[in-house]
């Protein structure tokens, strides 16, 4: 140590030393500059920078070792040889490139180490490649330590240097590697120079052809200008990428900033990217997550998931808790994507809070199941209901039935002597009209009268009944129409004298195909009804007309009480008796059941009334055709439940 330090102060020039130490660290600063921008490249392009950066290096230290040569003072004449010089230069270039390249190319972790060694080899191969082109006259012998000693502090230093700005863009980095770059090549030097020990010889002459100490010295400054433009040109290109870098990165982390999701960018698990939303979330700032393991704010229990997402090569989106360093746990959704981040594949992990989206989850799937639980109950209880309901209806259906039985009952045994009054009536009737005093006919038809009333009620009470139930059969068949008007008008109008009843239906057909039965019951309810709500007497007219359809139309005209109009809309409703009615008899259901009667042929009923001015009916029955038609129902029974009914519902309420 005692002679290096003596080689340094004693055998050097002190202001070229330090001209050559800041040329040093001037190459050493450039070089790692233009090799860090290698990184960012692949390609032609990466050759380029690494090449740049050989050069610069190589120069640089070729620069530097022959600056320190002209400040070693020997006190004899000196030169150097000119092939050996340029030898030493073109060595440093391709040793010192390789070692700056193999950090770039090898992913290896040791690959800086490996790097700085072989800039090592490459400095110290200069050095001393060109202290064998030393020419003095003087016999060179070496100190085999010192040697080792320099090859070894070359190295040494390199490897730090190399590891400290190995792919770092911050400008400390550089700096820092540079002082470490320049220490190793000035150590090595100086320590090579304390190996030389010279002795003056007669016996070695000076050769003809050599390089002098100004030739040197022009072709050192020579290569410092290139150093110097060409490692400021790098600079500036450097400054300036890394410039327009910084503010690409800045617009970027500014966008990333902006978004209400957390980013990070993982690289073998560890996040070396991260946006303010996630260090909010994770309630750690961002300078120390950067370089954490991900997994660290994961459950255990959950870290295989989030780990296999950040090694499989798609896209995966999951859900799982996260554990932020204080505060309550939270529930995230993280979306994972691969990307390539500074040449290496990486992943991006988008992070959103979905607490409260979860608590209402959870709240939602809690009213769902309380519903469930509501609606279970409740069906319950409807089925419950629903049977109570079933047995309240067969219950009410066998009363029905047992009310419908009394009803038949009854009816028979009230037809059964009626008809037998009726007939021993009519007999009297035919045989004392002349003997019999006008005051015994008078009751004789009295009593046919009222046996007729209370016959065509019976038979209006047991149809209503059977209408409700829908069990009045349709038995269309030829129908011979106006005979049958013709003898209900005789009989009303033999019971009823003080009334006279007019028919005109010469202009209808004679045959229709219909019910005989049901409209019997129809047009002997309407005749009864033109006759009662007549009590002064008077004409009824019952006219009958042709359609151009082939129907007919069956009017039933009176001179009565008439009818409101605000009363006509109600007119056929069940039980519906109108204002004008008080006073006589009457139970409201004639008209009703005529109503679906007439609906029950496919025809319609209609009423034209004033109050006090009589009333008409118009009873319109289509043409059905031949009796023989099956399409008709001709002569087949038709339940009024099947059809007929169902279409007269909807002209209740409006009847």
Excluded at 338 to 360: C, F, L, M
Excluded at 483 to 493: D, K, T
């Amino acid at each position: 140590m005692v002679r290096v330090y003596a080689c340094i102060t004693q055998q050097h020039d002190p202001w070229l030393v330090v001209l050559a130490a800041l040329l040093c660290l001037f190459a050493a600063f450039a070089a790692l500059s233009i090799t860090n921008r290698a990184h960012s490249y692949d390609g032609v392009v990466r050759a380029a920078w690494l090449v740049a950066g050989a050069f610069i290096s190589a120069t640089g230290i070729w620069a530097t070792h022959f600056v320190a040569m002209l400040a070693f003072e020997t006190g004899l004449p000196t030169g150097f040889d000119i092939k050996l010089t340029v030898f030493s230069l073109i060595a440093a270039i391709v040793i010192t490139g390789l070692g700056l390249a193999l950090p770039v190319y090898l992913r290896h972790g040791m690959a800086p180490q490996a790097g700085g060694v072989v800039f090592g080899i490459g400095i110290s191969t200069m050095h001393f490649v060109g202290m064998q082109g030393l020419l003095v006259p003087a016999v060179m012998t070496w100190d085999p330590l010192l040697v080792a000693a320099a090859w070894l502090l070359g190295c040494s230093f390199a490897v730090a240097a190399i590891r400290l700005a190995h792919g770092k863009h911050a400008i400390r980095a550089r700096i820092g590697g540079a002082l470490l770059l320049t220490l190793a090549i000035c150590s090595m030097h100086f320590t090579g120079m304390a190996a030389l020990e010279l002795t003056p010889s007669p016996l070695m002459p000076m050769p003809t052809a050599y390089l002098t100490s100004a030739r040197l010295g022009f072709d050192i400054g020579l290569a410092a200008l290139v150093i110097m433009t060409v490692g400021a040109c790098g600079a500036l290109v450097d400054q300036h990428l890394a410039g327009r870098r910084a503010r690409e990165a800045e617009r970027l982390r500014s966008l990333v900033n902006a978004t209400f999701e957390g980013i990070g960018i993982c690289v073998e698990g560890r996040l070396v990217e991260v946006n303010d939303a996630l260090s909010d979330l994770l309630k750690v700032p961002v300078h120390s997550l950067q370089g954490r393991p991900i997994d660290e704010f994961v459950d255990r229990e959950r870290r295989d998931t989030l780990g296999q997402a950040l090694t499989d090569g798609g896209d995966r989106t999951f859900e799982l808790p996260l554990l932020p360093a204080s505060g309550s746990p939270i529930f995230a959704e993280l979306l994972v994507k691969s990307i390539n981040y500074g040449k290496r594949p990486a992943k991006v992990v988008a992070v959103r809070d979905i607490t409260e989206r979860q608590a209402a989850r959870a709240k939602l799937e809690q009213y769902r199941d309380h519903l469930e639980q509501l609606v279970a109950e409740r069906t319950t209880e409807l089925q419950d209901q629903a049977e109570r309901l079933a047995d309240a209806l067969d219950e009410e259906r066998k009363l029905a039935g047992l009310q419908r039985q009394f009803v038949s009952m009854v009816s028979h045994e009230f037809r059964t002597p009626l008809a037998i009054i009726d007939g021993h009536a009519q007999r009297l009737l035919r045989r004392s009209t002349a003997a019999t005093p006008d005051r015994s006919i008078e009751a004789l038809r009295k009593i046919r009268t009222s046996v007729t009333r209370l016959t065509d009620l019976m038979e209006s009470v047991l149809a209503a009944a059977r209408l409700e139930d829908g069990r009045i059969e349709f038995r269309p068949a030829d129908c011979e129409l106006l005979e049958m008007i013709a003898e209900l008008a005789r009989n009303y109008g033999e019971l009823h004298p003080n009334h006279k009843i007019l028919v005109d239906v010469d202009q209808a057909a004679e045959h229709i195909v219909a019910d005989a039965k049901l409209l019997r019951q129809v047009f002997s309810n309407l005749l009864s009804n033109a006759i009662k709500y007549s009590p002064d007497g008077g004409n009824v007219w019952v006219d009958g007309r042709a359609q151009e359809d082939g129907g007919i139309v069956i009017a039933v005209r009176d001179q009565g009480v008439g009818i409101p109009v605000a009363e006509q809309q109600k007119l056929f409703s069940r039980f519906f008796r109108a204002s004008t009615s008080t006073g006589i008899a009457g139970t409201g259901i004639g008209l009703h059941l005529a109503f679906h009667l007439v609906q029950l042929h496919g025809g319609t009923i209609d009423v034209e009334s004033a109050e006090g001015a009589g009333t008409t009916f118009h009873v319109h029955l289509p043409n059905r055709g031949s009796s023989a038609d099956p399409a008709e129902g001709g002569g087949l029974p038709i339940s009024a439940g099947e059809g007929s009914a169902a279409r007269s519902a909807p002209h209740e309420n409006a009847a």
